[in-house]
């Protein structure tokens, strides 16, 4: 069974920085696209970040060019995404997510593509 596990969530102060991590198992990931999304308090769930199979072709939502970096380790299995400078309008769970259809040329923006998630991990970044 697919699963994706994230860690490192937690409440950081305006300014302040926070790496989540996304472990993937039951199968291997090496050829998905993997991404995050968020979904804060009474909203819809928002693309954050995107990276292709290959470990490139990174996109992001534009209020976090600059700020987020995603990177993935296919050896390990993982994906992360650092947040640095971060905004109150931050606040929100964070889903790791995977596009199972595999070997695609570009990661997506669109959420419903994705069709493996995580948990989610909370952050927040208090006003």
């Known amino acids: 069974q697919a699963r994706l596990i994230e860690e490192g969530g937690g409440l950081v102060q305006v300014g302040g920085s926070l790496r989540l991590s996304c472990a993937a198992s039951?199968?291997?990931?090496?050829?998905?696209?993997m991404g995050w999304v968020r979904q804060a308090p009474g909203k819809e769930r928002e693309f954050v970040a995107c990276?292709?199979?290959?470990?490139?072709?990174?996109q992001y939502l534009d209020s976090v060019k600059g700020r987020f970096t995603i990177s993935r380790d296919t050896d390990e299995n993982t994906v992360t995404l650092e947040m640095n400078k971060l905004k109150p309008e931050d606040t929100a769970v964070y889903y790791c997510?995977?596009?199972?259809?595999?070997?695609?040329?570009?990661?997506?923006?669109?959420?419903?593509?994705?069709?493996?998630w995580g948990q989610g991990t909370q952050v927040t970044v208090p006003s």
């Open positions: 997510v995977a596009d199972s259809t595999v070997f695609r040329t570009s990661c997506t923006s669109s959420v419903s593509d994705y069709d493996i």
């Open positions: 990276i292709k199979w290959t470990g490139a072709g990174e």
């Open positions: 039951g199968r291997t990931f090496s050829g998905y696209n």
